[in-house]
T-cell receptor
Framework: DAGVTQSPTHLIKTRGQQVTLRCSPKSGHDTVSWYQQALGQGPQFIFQ???????QRGNFPDRFSGHQFPNYSSELNVNALLLGDSALYLCASNTQGLLQPQHFGDGTRLSIL | AQKITQTQPGMFVQEKEAVTLDCTYDTSDPSYGLFWYKQPSSGEMIFLIY??????QNATEGRYSLNFQKARKSANLVISASQLGDSAMYFCAMRGPNRDDKIIFGKGTRLHILP
């Protein structure tokens, strides 16, 4: 039973560039959430997708956008990259049902030069 | 608004001893879930244990148990017989009852197990 998978593992970009991160949820899960985790901090919620729509959004600018596909996989896009976007980006998935825990992928470590 | 507080930035514990990681929370929802995650230095977030607000008994998963005190709004993680591999960052988290509710995290506690 495959867990949450994310790609790529590491990524190096320069300021102003655009990046796309990918996530496949755990088998049986239909909801995907994205988090940004700066070094030494807890994860910060970016947004959540369910039924191919953005359902909840954290305090992140419009440069951060996403998409969910019919197979429940998801992408996170960040435009006009800033140095401060350097972080570990975590994808999490959960199933329907109240109070279900989220299962996380290994993350994508994004470095902006 | 929901809030999670972890007051221990770091802890050092001798191998084989039990350790308690503190977590307090605040919410106005009567129904909620509490979670603990472990994050080793490699970065992956590993789900450890879950407690529902209406659960009568404290959750247990192997060496992990959750000391849930609803009236005090605390959800401490207890690790029995600690091992060197337990050295990691530990996050307490909470989620509301609605389908679209996001999970919020505390700032974490870094646990060091000493040989």
């Amino acid at each position: 039973d495959a867990g949450v998978t994310q790609s790529p593992t590491h990524l190096i970009k320069t300021r102003g560039q655009q990046v796309t991160l990918r996530c496949s949820p755990k088998s049986g899960h239909d909801t995907v959430s994205w988090y940004q985790q700066a070094l030494g901090q807890g994860p910060q919620f970016i947004f959540q997708y369910y039924e191919e729509e953005e359902r909840q959004r954290g305090n992140f600018p419009d440069r951060f956008s996403g998409h969910q596909f019919p197979n429940y996989s998801s992408e996170l896009n960040v435009n006009a990259l800033l140095l401060g976007d350097s972080a570990l980006y975590l994808c999490a998935s959960n199933t329907q049902g109240l109070l279900q825990p989220q299962h996380f992928g290994d993350g994508t470590r994004l470095s902006i030069l | 608004a929901q809030k999670i507080t972890q007051t221990q930035p770091g802890m050092f514990v001798q191998e084989k001893e039990a350790v308690t990681l503190d977590c307090t929370y605040d919410t106005s929802d009567p129904s909620y879930g509490l979670f603990w995650y472990k994050q080793p230095s490699s970065g992956e977030m590993i789900f450890l244990i879950y407690q529902g607000s209406y659960d009568q008994q404290n959750a247990t998963e192997g060496r992990y148990s959750l000391n849930f005190q609803k009236a005090r709004k605390s959800a401490n993680l207890v690790i029995s017989a600690s091992q060197l591999g337990d050295s990691a960052m530990y996050f307490c988290a909470m989620r509301g009852p609605n389908r679209d509710d996001k999970i919020i995290f505390g700032k974490g506690t870094r646990l060091h197990i000493l040989p």
